[in-house]
């Protein structure tokens, strides 16, 4: 029998089982890889839609600023079981536990400025909640907050506020749905300042 060279000689089975599973390993990978940058890339365009969707809900105040408006009129139409749920709902959200919840002293009517919307974009909900709040700042300076000693707005006249300035605080949070640490939902807020001397002045913080 002749025998054949060795350089005419096929892959044996081993070695095509081998390849073969390096070659599936390679596709996994490169699966995984490529459904993590498309999990990345919606994730980033749902965070991009929070900024818009918090973005358009500050506009709303910004809009009754315009013409001089007070905190009363900000807060027109809210309830004060409506305010009170809203800011127990969103705890934990920056400078909410420096900042005292405002209702107007009278309550009716349709409110100036919803306190939460729905809104949908891809196929996703935005839950926006925009929260409207007092706090006090020191005339010379420094971070605005609850004053000491004081759990409720003692008002901007009050001897409590001597040597403060009253000014509006309003946050806004979005929620919405994607892989965040605190589970299957995400949260974005945004917060700014108004200057309630004279016409109310947009201040971020």
Known sequence: MR???KHDEGFTLIEVIIAVALLLGVAVALGAFAMQSLRLAAQQ???QVAVTVAT???DE???LTT???QLATLVAGRSETAVKTAWSAASGVPGLAQTYPAWPVVS???PAIPIQQTTTRSGSAYASTVLIGTCYQPVAGGACTRISGASNDPGAESTL????SQMIRVIVVVTYPGACDSGS???YTASGLFDTRGDLKWRTE
Not at 161 to 164: N, S
């Open 3 to 5: 025998t054949r060279p």
């Open 45 to 47: 365009q749902r965070t």
């Open 56 to 58: 358009q809900r500050m």
């Open 61 to 63: 105040v910004q809009r």
């Open 67 to 69: 013409s001089n408006a």
């Open 108 to 110: 009716g009517g349709p």
């Open 161 to 164: 506020a001597a040597g403060r």
């Open 185 to 187: 939902t995400c949260r």
